[in-house]
């Protein structure tokens, strides 16, 4: 059977989901097509929502089967919004199946062929699993088996101290799993500057060898696997009961059947800051391209590409407001840095009376600006510190200058008082400035102050 749409958006995760959506809405004919019937994606089912909710409940029971209930009730919640029949509601047609493209213009889902202007590829990404010796799969778990499993292993190893790795390493290690992080990196969360890593590493309370490789795994009973990593060159044997592979993601550009469509890609797909792909009709967006893997990111992407699809290239992406958060206990946040930095501020939480009387004294913000004040850069480790971050994004966004921070009146005692603090340094500087302390004089002998 051959259909024809005006575009067909491959990928029923968050951002070909978001695309859809507003494609729809504008009154487009769009088909998705997504590989299976359970639409959302990895966020929803395997990444941020299962492992956001695990954080949560590690906090209130060690119980594992109440966690994976809470689990799949949450899913289930948000499942009804990306599902099926909401997408055939709202005007989409949905193909269940895997796609693949026969040339730039058709793709393949099972028996059907579909043709369509235009495109959006929106396939995601899936857990890396290094090459390790001896590695059968009944050993390990990804972010896309954790959630099922069993029951928890008595003790596990973490590959990986990335986002991924840290979130499900400490949400374990609180229901009572004994865990080991190895990282082959020398620099412990390396696109961070080294005072907030180091805060990390002190506050994370994880157990995280750096400069360490997985080389060997071998089973030894049905609860038992012996691991062979070198730390630092020296080669040690560990014997747990799971690995998690928390070592990143790939893209799921294989068998896509890119080849027949011109698209140049390596281990993710090229982009112009458009969003097209080098065959101008077909756009990328999301996990599958060269830009922060991150749901949010992802859906900003949608948001362009399915305006340009609409209306004409118009809009180019721009990550200028893009922030990170890792949700551990304490948080550690960072705002895309897209200018030149030329001065960074910072304050600590051992000057904020909220971090005392939380016994946070070492919660740290910095926040970088340029020649004009104005907002750059901003990095911050805390408990629920994103949250307070938001703030200096939307500031950012606005083009405001920092010391903007100090006009709102801030409720005491709030962790917000931490960004009035810096953007106070900055006004003091100004005020100490020796013609504005003669001006300050002058003025107030005139009024006969003094
Ligand atoms: C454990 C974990 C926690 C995370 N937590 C966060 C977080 O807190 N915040 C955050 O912003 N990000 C988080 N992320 C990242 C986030 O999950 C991803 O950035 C996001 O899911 C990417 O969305 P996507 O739509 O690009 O791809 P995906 O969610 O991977 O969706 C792609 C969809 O395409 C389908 N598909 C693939 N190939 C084909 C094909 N050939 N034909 C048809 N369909 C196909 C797949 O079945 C899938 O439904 C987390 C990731 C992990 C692993
Ligand atoms: N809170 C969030 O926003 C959030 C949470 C989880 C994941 N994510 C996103 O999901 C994606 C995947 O996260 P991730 O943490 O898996 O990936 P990552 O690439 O951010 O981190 C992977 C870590 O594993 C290490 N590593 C890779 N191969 C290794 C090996 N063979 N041996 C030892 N160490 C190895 C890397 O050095 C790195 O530190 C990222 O893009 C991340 O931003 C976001």
Known sequence: MKKHHQVIVIGGGAAGLYATAGLARLGVDVAVVNADANMGGDCLHFGCVPSKTLLHMAQETTEWTEIQAKIRDVIAEIQVHDSVPRFEEIGTTVYIGKARFLDA???????????????????????????????????????????????????MVVIGAGPVGLELGQALQNIGVEITIFDHNTEFLKHFSRDIADIALQKLNLDIHLNSVLTEATRLNKDEISLKITESGVEKTLIVEKILFAAGQIANIDMLGLEQTGIAYDTKIDTNPYLQTTTPHIYAIGDVIKSPSLTHAGGAEARIALTNIAFGNFSKVNYSTLASVIYTKPEIYQLASTQKTNRILSASGANIDRFKTDNEPEALVKIGIDTKAKIVHAEAIGTDISTVMQQVALLKSTGAKLTDLSKPIYPYPTKSEILKNISDQLLTEKLEKPILQRLIRKIIKWRGLS
């Open 105 to 155: 213009h058709r793709i393949a889902v099972g028996e059907q062929e579909l043709s369509a202007k235009k495109f959006i590829i929106a396939t995601g990404s899936r857990p890396r699993v290094p090459s390790v010796a001896g590695l059968e799969d009944a050993m390990y778990e990804t972010n896309e088996t954790l959630f099922q499993m069993a029951k928890l292993p008595r003790k």
